[in-house]
């Protein structure tokens, strides 16, 4: 090979190296682009906006209405939908508006204020309801990319994405109530964000977003979620009363027999 040969297989060999690593990021960037909006469009069909309206009184005890929002997560056809307690709680009115952008009256079935967690309904054909896929929580690992959706300062169908910053935080949301082994994610999340859902790489729910932490009120990239194992977990007896009838019936059969035993007791005694 001539020295002229050597030369231009050395430029080109310079110019592969310098330009390829390139291409193969630019694909990998593609791909992760190709597949947050692959999970947006799978998931937005199923969050829906919460608009909440309660009454207040002012100086005079005149009554004053006040609204809100917050986001929820259609998690059935029946139109049962896992919001936030906190969005609901005091509300004398809720409307929630779904994706196509219908909106219906709900009402509350079922709470769970310990764990900010709320089951509200609503009365909508089950063709327009599109429930997501509950995941879940137990083999998350930090670092793993999340997407939030949700209604922030009611921008109704508005994503972030982030990774997971930490798992099991024990995180306050208000004096009498703390939450245990939370999910903290950076992904934006902002008021009008509680209720919506926690997303994986798959389009799957892995939390139910609840709070932030911040010194503004507004996102500094804290973000906390209820882990969907939970919600899994306290879902059937928020919705349905046989759970809580069960209990109920439980509890009765135990005292009976606990006041019949101390009752022979005493009779024993008395002997």
Not at 2 to 19: P, S
Not at 82 to 90: A, D, I, L, M, R
Not at 100 to 105: F, L, N, T, V
Not at 124 to 140: E, I, R, V, Y
């Amino acid at each position: 090979m001539t020295e002229r040969g050597k030369i231009c297989l050395l430029l080109m060999g310079c110019f592969l190296g310098f330009f390829v690593p390139r291409v193969e990021n630019a694909a990998a960037l593609i791909r992760s682009e190709e597949n947050t909006i692959r999970v947006f469009q799978l998931v937005s069909p199923g969050v829906v906006n919460i608009t909440t309206t309660s009454i207040g009184r002012d100086f005079f005890y005149n009554p004053v209405p006040t609204e809100g929002s917050g986001s929820g997560v259609i998690v059935s056809k029946s139109g049962h939908i896992v919001t936030s307690y906190h969005v609901v709680q005091g509300s004398s009115h809720l409307e929630v508006t779904l994706a196509d952008g219908s909106r219906w009256q709900a009402s509350v079935v079922g709470t769970s204020p310990r764990n900010d967690l709320a089951v509200i309904k609503i009365e909508a054909p089950p063709k327009q309801l599109k429930p997501l896929q509950l995941g879940s929580s137990a083999s998350l690992r930090v670092g793993q990319k999340v997407l939030a959706v949700g209604n922030p300062f009611g921008l109704g169908q508005t994503l972030t994405t982030g990774t997971i910053s930490s798992l099991g935080r024990d995180v306050r949301i208000s004096q009498d109530v703390v939450i245990e082994k939370v999910i903290q994610a950076d992904a934006a999340i902002n008021p009008g964000n509680s209720g919506g859902p926690l997303i994986n790489s798959d389009g799957e729910v892995i939390g139910i977003n609840t709070a932030i932490f911040s010194p503004t009120g507004t996102s500094v990239g804290i973000s906390f979620a209820i882990p969907v194992d939970t919600v899994r977990k306290i879902l059937p007896g928020m919705v349905s009363l046989w759970p809580k009838l069960a209990a109920w019936v439980l509890a009765v059969i135990l005292l009976a027999f606990f006041l019949r035993w101390f009752w022979r007791r005493l009779q024993y005694r008395a002997y």
